[in-house]
Every structure is written in structure tokens, then in C-alpha cells.
């Protein structure tokens, strides 16, 4: 599963699975739909070794080999990985609005320094 969910989720598919003598991979993935058409997004993968050894085909196809098995008992850990990096993503985000905007109510650093440094991210 590639979509980016509660570990739980993960947790409660992986049981469905393994009662269908199947195995389940938590891989969300990162890099947008650019990353995606060109088949160089990461992957953040929770399961055991064996589903990880199962799936390893469909990962290198969709990441071109830049995914990571996180461990842990099976999935979940990769949703976790995942969410905190939408965590720091939009703290980024909000970091470089409040540099681009400042006065407008987050406290920016004011000044032309601040106005011009961050023209490169336009």
C-alpha cells in the first residue's frame, strides 16, 4: 500500500492479508507526481523482510531502488515515517511563508535582507 495512512490502518490490512495467506507492505511514498512519471519516488516501507523481499520488484519499479525498510514487526512504521515527514514539510512551508511575508502577523524576520533571500524559492 502506497498511500499515506494512520499505522493502524496498515496494522488492520496486514492482519485481512495474512488471513488470505497474503502478505502487506506499508511503502508510502514521496516525490509528487513528477517523481512518480519519472519512477524515482522514495519509499518508506514497513513490513517484515519476507513481504519486503516479496514486494522488492514492485518498490524497485516505482522508486528506482530509493525506498527503505524501516523494520519493526511488520507494518505500520512506514505510515509513521510518513507522517512526520508531511510534519516537516509543513513546517518548512510555514517557515518560508513567514520569511517571505514578514509583518504579515508571523513575526518574519522584516527588512530587504529577509525580502530577497528567499527569491530563489519563487
Do not use: C
Not at 502478505?23 to 519519472?38: I, M
Not at 512506514?78 to 513575526?107: F, I, M, T, W
Amino acid at each position: 500500500m502506497t498511500l499515506t495512512s494512520e499505522p493502524a490502518t496498515s496494522a488492520s490490512l496486514s492482519s485481512l492479508a495474512a488471513d488470505q495467506g497474503a502478505a502487506f507492505v506499508d511503502a508510502p511514498v514521496s516525490g509528487g507526481r513528477d517523481g512518480a512519471a519519472e519512477g524515482r519516488l522514495t519509499a518508506f516501507g514497513g513490513a517484515t523482510e519476507q513481504a519486503l523481499d516479496t514486494a522488492r520488484p514492485v518498490l524497485e519499479a516505482l522508486t528506482g531502488g530509493q525506498y527503505q525498510h524501516l523494520g519493526g514487526p511488520g507494518p505500520g512504521s512506514g505510515n509513521v515515517v510518513k507522517l512526520l515527514n508531511n510534519v516537516l514539510a509543513a513546517a518548512n512551508l510555514v517557515s518560508v511563508v513567514d520569511l517571505e511575508h514578514p509583518g504579515r502577523g508571523g513575526g518574519g524576520i522584516a527588512g530587504p535582507s529577509a525580502r530577497t533571500s528567499g527569491t530563489w524559492l519563487r
